[in-house]
């Protein structure tokens, strides 16, 4: 079997009743600003301003415009945003896009939710409107025509910004969240999230949007509200993505305590978070709840890109809905060498640089 699956409880039979017509994809863009002057991502610092427009516009235009190709780490890994457009390309998925406040702006058709950035995580001061945001967004989402919503995102530093929203929830995660690089700077984190929490007074009483405009980001008060205008309409959601999706659901379960019994809400990831032995995803979704968990084996070991292969020793791993979709896809009847194979094809028509 092409997927591991964990509290499966009918999920999966959920989804396959859908018809692909009414599968929605939607990529939730934003930026920190803590990441210009603290190493807490594993994007380089020259290109992480355009990273998430990059990431949007390889998925739905097939190609990137705001980068001469799209981003690739130090290893040579490409983004998952590969993953992603391979799945939207051959499972012919519609998708839309939606900015939370990227520092740039991608070049294609999108969704505006904010224009800001979110702040200084380590001073405290990460937004002052979550709560604003997750309404906006939960208003959008009753305005989706979907019937399955699969939600990712291009957040650079977003597992520290995960680990600040968890620890601030009262959840045990530090040395849990994942890191898109192979070294992952657990202390580093652990030591912002935790000065931005003191400086923003934090405390047992107070609520999730306090901790979100704290040391959140703009993404997660975004996903939270279309996952429960979909989910309290009874219309499943996979929440695409790893440590960071974590969070959410944890900001989820605090403004609705119920809605996750339904079953309705999954997180799908990737087989390098789920078996990420410097982070801990089931872990920590077994904190929050009996919920669905599903990872997507893609068979990178065969690849025949040095930076597909590198997946598998840690690179990556995840991001821009990469897991999710791969997920539904997978179980859907695509088979992973597909989505493999559809990469390696298009390796350096992306990578060519005109």
């Not at 968890?166 to 030591?191: Q, R, T």
């Not at 979909?230 to 999706?245: D, H, S, W, Y």
């Amino acid at each position: 079997m092409s997927l591991i699956t964990i509290n499966e409880n009918g999920f999966l039979d959920e989804i396959k009743k859908i018809n692909k017509k009414n599968v929605l994809f939607t990529c939730v863009i934003s930026s920190i600003e803590t990441t210009l002057s603290i190493p807490i991502s594993g994007v380089h610092r020259d290109v992480i301003k355009y990273t998430p427009a990059s990431d949007v516009e390889l998925v739905f235009l097939g190609r990137s415009l705001t980068l001469k190709t799209p981003p690739i780490d130090a290893t040579g890994s490409p983004t998952p945003a590969t993953i992603t457009r391979a799945c939207i390309e051959l499972k012919n998925i519609k998708n839309i896009h939606i900015d939370a406040g990227a520092f740039v702006k991608p070049k294609i058709p999108f969704l505006e939710i904010d224009k800001e950035p979110t702040g200084k995580i380590e001073e405290g001061k990460a937004m002052n409107n979550s709560k604003s945001l997750f309404k906006m967004s939960y208003l959008l989402g009753k305005n989706l025509n979907s019937e399955l919503l699969i939600i990712g995102e291009s957040v650079p530093g977003g597992t520290t910004t995960a680990l600040g929203v968890l620890l601030g929830l009262g959840y045990d995660a530090e040395g849990k969240v994942s890191s898109g690089s192979v070294n992952n700077p657990h202390e580093l984190k652990i030591k912002i999230v935790k000065e931005g929490l003191k400086k923003a007074k934090i405390n047992e009483k107070s609520s999730v949007f306090d901790i979100l405009n704290a040391v959140g980001d703009k993404m997660m008060p975004v996903v939270a509200g279309l996952a429960l205008s979909f989910a309290e309409r009874n219309k499943p959601v996979i929440l695409a993505g790893g440590t960071q999706m974590s969070a959410v659901l944890a900001v989820i379960k605090e403004i609705n305590k119920d809605v996750l019994k339904n079953n309705l809400i999954a997180i799908g990831t990737t087989e390098f978070v789920l078996n990420d032995k410097k982070g801990d995803l089931k872990g920590i979704v077994e904190q929050i709840g009996n919920v669905p968990l599903f990872a997507s084996k893609l068979y990178f070991e065969n690849a025949k890109i040095k930076g597909l292969k590198n997946y598998c020793r840690g690179s990556v791993k995840e991001g821009v809905g990469a897991g999710g979709i791969s997920v539904y896809s997978i179980a859907t009847g695509l088979p992973p060498m597909s989505i493999r194979e559809f990469i390696e094809n298009n390796f350096f028509k992306w990578y060519s640089k005109p």
